[in-house]
């Protein structure tokens, strides 16, 4: 089947570093997303990795290990308004249309 | 704003009733998916269109249905409405099905 996990919860202070990870089991690979949803609000495109390796956008960067089934999403400079959930999400079934999503990494920033 | 838009915003209805939500895609956008999103499960795929045509389903009930118009509009329908489908309703479009997607703002539907 397949399944996505990405730790619950974070809190980070502002302007540090912070990792957010995800592990995903899928049949057939296709790339993985990276979302950011505030609350209430609808999630946001971040990233798109299909490659292994580091792809870095401005103060944010995704990083994909296909081997291993992981991916990480690296904020840089933290700022309060990234205080948000993170989802991380791959194409159902090796398609590249609906994606599986996980439940979400909520990131608390603090001053 | 990504370019999608969902109508209505919030909407609040008794259970057994029908109501129909409402998405625009982005202009250019041939694929629209919808996704459903409630505080335990996280966002769920229910169903997905290209070009009007069915492509994929998902977690998607009987009691629902969806369709995509020649103008690449959609429209999820759903009846016999329980306390349980209370959630957030995502519409989402890309330009092809191997691009990233973009989400209109929602529908808060609440079910009394």
């Known amino acids: 089947g397949q399944n996505i996990d990405q730790p619950t919860e974070m809190t980070a202070t502002e302007g540090a570093i912070v990792q957010i990870n995800c592990t995903y089991q899928t049949s057939g690979f296709n790339g993985l997303f990276w979302y950011q949803q505030h609350a209430g609000e609808a999630p946001t495109f971040l990233s798109y990795?299909?490659?292994?390796g580091l792809e870095e956008k401005g103060r944010f960067s995704s990083f994909l290990s296909r081997s291993k089934g992981y991916s990480y999403l690296l904020l840089k400079e933290l700022q309060m308004k990234d205080s948000a959930s993170y989802l991380c999400a791959v194409p159902r079934g090796g398609s590249q249309g609906n994606l599986i999503f996980g439940k979400g990494t909520k990131l608390s920033v603090k001053p | 704003d990504s370019g999608v838009t969902q109508t209505p915003k919030h909407l609040i209805t008794a259970t057994g009733q029908r109501v129909t939500l409402r998405c625009s895609p982005r202009?250019?956008?041939?694929?629209v998916y919808w996704y459903q999103q409630s505080l335990d499960q996280g966002l769920q795929f229910l169903i997905q269109y290209y070009n009007g045509e069915e492509r994929a389903k998902g977690n998607i009930l009987e009691r629902f249905s969806a369709q995509q118009f020649p103008d690449l509009h959609s429209e999820l329908n759903l009846s016999s409405l329980e306390l349980g489908d209370s959630a957030l309703y995502f519409c989402?479009?890309?330009?092809?099905?191997?691009?990233?997607?973009?989400f209109g703002p929602g529908t808060r539907l609440t079910v009394t």
């Open positions: 989402a479009s890309s330009v092809e099905l191997r691009s990233e997607q973009y």
């Open positions: 202009s250019g956008d041939l694929s």
């Open positions: 990795n299909v490659l292994d």
